[in-house]
Nanobody, 118 residues
């Protein structure tokens, strides 16, 4: 059974930091690209950050470049999103996504709420 379980969300003040984690099981984690998406109320889901299967290559949305860092630990089947200098506009539900190299399998977590507010 495939599972992606996000954790680490919460309420943080502007300028603060959070680290999201996504624990994967039920598939060969090291063969999947891992992505973090977010969806704010009334907006479409957007890709925030992506990391390839061995962790060598990362990409980011322009809105988070220099503030967010995606990483993975294939030994722990876990992907992380370190979020620094958080802004109110970062408020959203953040979702973990696993995409197979062949684009045949696409898995999603249940999401974790991040709220940036004073």
């Amino acid at each position: 059974q495939v599972q992606l379980v996000e954790s680490g969300g919460g309420l943080v003040q502007p300028g603060g930091s959070l680290r999201l984690s996504c624990a994967a099981s039920g598939f060969t984690f090291s063969r999947y690209r891992m992505n973090w998406y977010r969806q704010a109320p009334g907006k479409e889901r957007e890709l925030v950050a992506s990391i390839n299967s061995n962790g060598a290559t990362t990409t980011y949305a322009d809105s988070v470049k220099g503030r967010f860092t995606i990483s993975r630990d294939n030994a722990k089947n876990t992907v992380y999103l370190q979020m620094n200098s958080l802004k109110p506009e970062d408020t959203a539900v953040y979702y973990c996504n696993a995409l197979s190299v062949a684009l045949t399998n696409d898995y999603w977590g249940q999401g974790t709420q991040v709220t940036v507010s004073s």
